[in-house]
């Protein structure tokens, strides 16, 4: 299925879950812990207008678990705000784009916004 959004005024923003809006030790995605400065960026952007999907490979490499519904109940109790949560995303161990910000060194406003202006 495809989802079109309108992005006349805004980007549409995919955001991995584990390390970048939560803190996760390993594969405990159940005691992930939410980071409450990330949560807020990425609110922040959506309340801007951008397009906000949560793109997470939880369960990826193990199919016995779907972690679907633990992770949108995690959303939904931190008050994050999204558009769309897709699950599935491929598992690797770099990834190299020119629109890609590393969530532990690089996620700030200024060096988002060098990207979507």
């Given at each position: 299925?495809?989802?079109?959004?309108?992005?006349?005024?805004g980007?549409?923003?995919?955001?991995?879950?584990?390390?970048?809006?939560t803190t996760?030790?390993?594969?405990?995605?159940?005691?992930?812990?939410?980071?409450?400065?990330?949560i807020a960026?990425?609110?922040?952007?959506?309340?801007?207008?951008?397009?906000?999907i949560y793109?997470t490979?939880?369960?990826?490499?193990n199919?016995?678990?779907?972690w679907?519904?633990?992770t949108?109940?995690q959303?939904?109790d931190?008050?994050?705000?999204?558009?769309?949560l897709?699950?599935?995303?491929?598992?690797?161990?770099i990834l190299?784009?020119?629109?890609a910000?590393?969530?532990?060194?690089h996620?700030?406003r200024d060096?988002?916004n060098?990207?979507i202006?």
């Amino acid at each position: 299925m495809i989802v079109m959004y309108n992005t006349i005024m805004g980007k549409i923003i995919m955001v991995d879950i584990d390390n970048t809006i939560t803190t996760t030790t390993g594969c405990d995605y159940a005691g992930a812990v939410p980071n409450h400065d990330n949560i807020a960026m990425m609110n922040q952007l959506y309340d801007d207008g951008h397009t906000i999907i949560y793109w997470t490979a939880r369960g990826t490499m193990n199919k016995q678990t779907n972690w679907y519904h633990v992770t949108r109940k995690q959303l939904d109790d931190w008050n994050v705000k999204y558009h769309e949560l897709r699950m599935e995303k491929p598992y690797f161990d770099i990834l190299i784009d020119d629109r890609a910000l590393n969530a532990v060194k690089h996620l700030t406003r200024d060096n988002i916004n060098d990207i979507i202006c």
